[in-house]
Antibody
Framework: QVQLQESGPGLVKPSQTLSLTCTVS??????????WSWIRQHPGKGLEWIGY???????YYNPSLKSRVTISVDTSKNQFSLKLSSVTAADTAVYYC?????????????WGQGTLVTVSS | EIVMTQSPATLSVSPGERATLSCRAS??????LAWYQQKPGQAPRLLIY???TRATGIPARFSGSGSGTEFTLTISSLQSEDFAVYYC?????????FGPGTKVDIK
């Protein structure tokens, strides 16, 4: 079964770029049929969808974050990555990667375990 | 952009009792709604999609209903492992959006 695992720095300084990677195991990103997404959860708060990438490299971002987000894919490593630029304390959150079906069935399953990123000097 | 709301924010229930959670969309999402369960320190887990279809491995005590703008998640007889936060998510329109969650705790 497909499993996802986030990795990256847990501490980022304000104004810098947050960079995270999601490694997919048990299945190939290149097989198609799925979008690969990033979602975040501010401490003690709800969930915010950040954006997705398809194995071909096509992306779609939440308009609320679009100007600062880049999602990329490395099919050779079966990974996809998130970059969020010009971070502030408001970007402190647990960041999850997740899979969603292509087409209309855009629920998220499965999810990675999540990684906490704190923005602080 | 569709805004999701959930009520109540917290629901206190005794084990073995029924729990009814509500989710509302600011405009119709048809049946394109999912429910997730999140326990402390864990990622959300998919429970329901298509408003009423249980995901693989989800017990039958979880059921979903509704369409359009009003949805309900019912847990027929709460077990100890069901005390958690529950989120709804619409996937009818972009950007995808989640509700703020309902915390089900022990009465």
């Amino acid at each position: 079964q497909v499993q996802l695992q986030e990795s990256g720095p847990g501490l980022v300084k304000p104004s810098q770029t947050l960079s995270l990677t999601c490694t997919v195991s048990g299945g190939s990103i290149s097989s198609g049929g799925y979008y690969w997404s990033w979602i975040r959860q501010h401490p003690g708060k709800g969930l915010e969808w950040i954006g997705y990438i398809y194995y071909s490299g096509s992306t779609y971002y939440n308009p609320s974050l679009k100007s600062r987000v880049t999602i990329s894919v490395d099919t050779s490593k079966n990974q996809f990555s998130l970059k969020l630029s010009s971070v502030t304390a408001a970007d402190t959150a647990v960041y999850y990667c997740a899979r969603q079906l292509l087409g209309m069935d855009n629920w998220f399953d499965p999810w990675g375990q999540g990684t906490l990123v704190t923005v602080s000097s | 952009e569709i805004v999701m709301t959930q009520s109540p924010a917290t629901l206190s229930v005794s084990p073995g009792e029924r729990a009814t959670l509500s989710c509302r969309a600011s405009q119709s999402v048809s049946s394109n709604l999912a429910w997730y369960q999140q326990k402390p320190g864990q990622a959300p887990r998919l429970l329901i999609y298509g408003a009423s279809t249980r995901a693989t491995g989800i017990p039958a005590r979880f059921s979903g209903s509704g369409s359009g703008t009003e949805f309900t998640l019912t847990i027929s007889s709460l077990q100890s492992e069901d005390f958690a936060v529950y989120y709804c998510q619409q996937y009818n329109n972009w950007p995808l959006a989640f509700g703020p969650g309902t915390k089900v705790d022990i009465k």
